[in-house]
């Protein structure tokens, strides 16, 4: 059973920071690209950064890069998404994709379609 275990959400001011990790099991994790997304309220799913199997490329959107940092531990099955210079329009669930590519190129990444199992989600809200 394919398991994505988001957490480390919470309330940030802006400029501020949050680690967010997902802790995956049922699948050989080191096989798959892993991406995170968000929603905002009212708003749809939003692609926000990826990374290939081995960790060795990463992938973001414009509007986090530079300012999010996505890597990975295979030996420890997690994900994690470092977000730093936090602004109040980065306020939205995160969520945990599994990607069905081991290496994506920056239009796959984008794809929400080639994602075949997603998380519950962490809620980031940055607000002063």
């Known amino acids: 059973q394919v398991q994505l275990v988001e957490s480390g959400g919470g309330l940030a001011q802006p400029g501020g920071s949050l680690r967010l990790s997902c802790a995956v099991s049922?699948?050989?994790?080191?096989?798959?690209?892993m991406s995170w997304a968000r929603q905002a309220p009212g708003k749809g799913l939003e692609w926000v950064a990826g990374?290939?199997?081995?960790?060795?490329?990463?992938a973001y959107a414009d509007s986090v890069q530079g300012r999010f940092t996505i890597s990975r531990d295979n030996a420890k099955n997690t994900v994690y998404l470092q977000m730093n210079s936090l602004k109040p329009g980065d306020t939205a669930l995160y969520y945990c994709?599994?990607?069905?590519?081991?290496?994506?190129?920056?239009?796959?990444?984008?794809?929400?379609?080639?994602?075949?199992?997603r998380g519950q989600g962490t809620q980031v809200t940055v607000s002063s």
């Open positions: 049922g699948f050989t994790f080191g096989h798959y690209a």
């Open positions: 990374i290939v199997s081995d960790g060795s490329r990463t």
């Open positions: 994709l599994k990607s069905v590519f081991p290496f994506p190129g920056y239009e796959l990444f984008q794809k929400l379609q080639e994602y075949d199992y």
